[in-house]
């Protein structure tokens, strides 16, 4: 028996203020632990040298050796410099080179030097007008 026959049924209703409330904290949960992955490697491709022999008879550019250790000394073809300053180095550089025109110049660093060190060998090398730099390692052999 309907005994309310003059009232209508309501019509059921979704509330959607509590379904966005979960949408945002599952949208948080997912902003906060999603890891982001960065690229620390840079992709690059290296140059290929052949194994050809040089002519002997070809002129070899003049080396300067220099060797910088780990507290930060410099030695220039085997000889103590004292480089208070890029500019001592630069004309410590420049008589090694005896006037020769743009001498490779070999820098033998230590694995402790400081990143400093080289650069500061680098920028006189820069200053004294040498462009050919390249640097010494060792290769590591398994015995």
Do not use: C, W
């Given at each position: 028996m309907n005994f309310q026959r003059g009232r209508q049924k309501e019509e059921p209703e979704i509330n959607l203020v509590p379904m966005i409330d979960v949408l945002l904290v599952i949208l948080?949960?997912?902003?906060?632990?999603?890891?982001?992955?960065?690229?620390?490697?840079?992709e690059i491709t290296l140059p290929e040298a052949n194994t050809e022999?040089?002519?002997k008879n070809i002129e070899q550019p003049k080396t300067i050796d220099i060797t910088v250790n780990a507290m930060g000394e410099y030695t220039i073809n085997l000889?103590?410099?004292k480089a208070t300053?890029?500019?001592?180095?630069?004309d410590a550089l420049s008589a090694?080179?005896?006037?020769?025109?743009?001498?490779?110049i070999i820098i033998n660093a230590?694995?402790?030097?400081?990143?400093?060190?080289?650069?500061?060998?680098?920028?006189?090398?820069?200053?004294?007008?040498?462009?050919?730099?390249?640097?010494?390692?060792?290769?590591?052999?398994s015995d």
């Open positions: 948080i949960f997912l902003v906060i632990t999603t890891t982001y992955s960065k690229f620390a490697e840079l022999e040089v002519d000889m103590p410099v300053s890029i500019e001592n180095l630069r090694a080179a005896e006037n020769q025109q743009d001498p490779l230590d694995a402790k030097a400081t990143h400093q060190s080289v650069i500061t060998v680098m920028e006189a090398a820069r200053l004294a007008g040498y462009n050919k730099i390249t640097f010494t390692t060792e290769v590591k052999r």
